[in-house]
């Protein structure tokens, strides 16, 4: 089992950044990404971005590329998700999630586990 603990979220005001972190306890060796997934009110959830455990290659959604970077701590087994110039679109929940596939980081049916998500409010 792999269980994923999310922090960082908060309210902000539209511009500033915010930083996500994702701490991975429990088998992560079985997983070969993290994603991250926000889902707003009303909308389905959507994928923001992954990074391979090994290597580092990061994926983003074209809506938050160039604002949104995702790393990655191997020794403390902790994702983050850094969000630059934040706008009230960005609002959702954020979810962390551990890919158990080599492929397909972008499908949320590739994520076999799911932190508890972290709320995001930006305001304008």
């Known amino acids: 089992q792999v269980q994923l603990v999310e922090s960082g979220g908060g309210l902000v005001q539209a511009g500033v950044s915010l930083r996500l972190s994702c701490t991975v306890s429990?088998?992560?060796?079985?997983?070969?990404?993290m994603g991250w997934f926000r889902q707003a009110p009303g909308k389905e959830r959507e994928f923001v971005g992954a990074i391979r455990w090994s290597g580092g290659t990061t994926y983003y959604a074209d809506s938050v590329k160039g604002r949104f970077t995702i790393s990655k701590d191997n020794v403390k087994n902790t994702v983050y998700l850094q969000m630059n110039r934040l706008k009230p679109e960005d609002t959702a929940v954020y979810y962390c999630?551990?890919?158990?596939?080599?492929?397909?980081?972008?499908?949320?049916?590739?994520?076999?586990?799911w932190g508890q998500g972290t709320q995001v409010t930006v305001s304008s």
């Open positions: 999630a551990a890919s158990t596939r080599d492929y397909g980081f972008g499908s949320d049916r590739n994520y076999a586990y």
């Open positions: 429990g088998r992560r060796f079985t997983t070969y990404a």
